[in-house]
């Protein structure tokens, strides 16, 4: 039996011995960390790769972009506090929810630079935009206090 012509003919088994063989060597030489190293990296370069074809689509079809209508490239969020639009001065805020204070619950509470309209007034959402029937804003959270022995054996 000819053992390079056994080999051509069965390549999942051909690829089982390469593996098997690797695997070997690894064991042997103590090789496990390093091949966690490799792993690791295998990882980044991967993921680099992903954000490359990526970024090479978005350049072959970014001329795409430019033949969708202007309404089609607006950008709105929708969130628990109001109506936000991606505009070119930054996030603005376009509509506000019912019940919900503009300085406590939106600048006050966010982490990003939010714009407001040129007239610096935000105006209310109604409410039959987004609820049927009645409707009323949330009440407050209330602050949960942080389980002691003193409040367990109180609740007890």
Same mark, same amino acid.
């Given at each position: 039996m000819n053992l390079r012509r056994w080999f051509s003919d069965h390549p999942t088994a051909r690829g089982f011995l390469v593996i098997a063989a690797? #695997?070997?060597v690894v064991v042997v030489l103590s090789l496990e960390?390093?091949?966690t190293a490799i792993g690791g990296l295998l990882r980044i370069a991967f993921f680099l790769a992903i #954000? !490359? !074809?990526l970024f090479l689509l978005w350049k072959e079809r970014r001329s795409d972009i430019?033949?969708?209508s202007e309404?089609?490239?607006r950008v709105f969020y929708a969130t628990h506090v109001g109506l936000f639009e991606l505009t070119e001065r930054g996030m603005t805020l376009t509509g506000l929810m019912p019940g919900i204070d503009l300085r406590r619950d939106v600048l006050d509470a966010s982490a990003m630079r939010i714009v407001l309209p #040129?007239?610096?007034r935000v105006p209310t959402l109604p409410a039959t935009l987004f609820t049927t029937g009645d409707w009323a804003p949330p009440a407050r959270p209330?602050?949960?206090r942080h #389980?002691?022995?003193r409040n367990r054996r109180a609740s007890a």
């Open positions: 690797i #695997a070997l960390s390093t091949l #954000a !490359f !074809f430019e033949t969708w309404r089609g490239k #040129a007239s610096g209330v602050k949960k #389980a002691t022995r």
